[in-house]
């Protein structure tokens, strides 16, 4: 069954440095997004992604935070220069607009730690 | 704001037993998910209600959006050992919005 995969499972990183997620959303799926969970509290909406630009973006994702869709495959999320309230699971998320389809399904995660 | 309430935070039960968990929503939604979360793993997609009113299950697993588009309940039937983790509730307003999740039911099961 098509899934979506992330990598790395883990990122550690040392505050104010460049890291970038990445994503391969499920083969036929059109829309992608990006959320993140701080340990021990709910899924958090970051930003919504389709047909090559950014459909909606929450409050969390300031001017550090950027997506792109470099090629056919691949979705990522770069946080520029990291913060320690950074530290969090991040999860993409892909959907197909089929039949009124809300349906999301998401990665396993990216947990990074900014030390 | 909109405020999403599930409840309750966190249950103790015996395997076996039926568990019920749900959410209540000051704005309406057209549409409510409930997804299942084990540690350090993704949200997984349990059940997608389309209707008001609607009942769906999904072998053990009964959710139903209220008629209101306000609520939705998630029902398990006679719980095992692998539904412990988290359930959030997860309503939408537009096809390919986001989703709102809401704080979670974490499921314990005793031995």
């Given amino acids: ?115 | 704001g909109q405020q999403l309430n599930q409840s309750p935070q966190s249950m103790f039960i015996q395997e076996g037993e039926d568990v019920s968990m749900n959410c209540t929503s000051s704005s309406i939604f057209n549409t409510w998910l409930w997804y299942k979360q084990d540690p350090g793993e993704g949200p997984v997609l349990l059940i997608a209600l389309y209707k008001a009113g609607e009942l769906t299950s999904n072998g053990r697993l009964t959710a139903q959006f209220g008629i209101t588009r306000k609520d939705s309940f998630l029902n398990i039937s006679a719980s095992i050992p692998s539904d412990v983790g988290i359930y959030f509730c997860a309503p939408a307003m537009n096809r390919d919005d986001k989703i709102i999740f809401g704080k979670g039911t974490r499921l314990h099961i005793l031995p």
């Fill in chain 1, 1 to 115: 069954e098509p899934e979506v995969t992330q990598t790395p499972s883990h990122q550690v990183t040392q505050m104010g440095q460049e890291v970038i997620l990445r994503c391969v959303p499920i083969s036929n799926h059109l829309y992608f997004y990006w959320y993140r969970q701080i340990l021990g509290q709910k899924v958090e909406f970051l930003v919504s992604f389709y047909n090559n630009e950014i459909s909606e973006k929450s409050e969390i994702f300031d001017d550090q935070f950027s997506v792109e869709r470099p090629d056919g495959s691949n979705f990522t999320l770069k946080i520029r220069s990291t913060k320690l309230e950074d530290s969090a699971m991040y999860f993409c998320a892909s959907s197909v607009p089929d039949r009124g389809s809300y349906e999301q399904y998401f990665g396993p995660g990216t947990r990074l730690t900014v030390t």
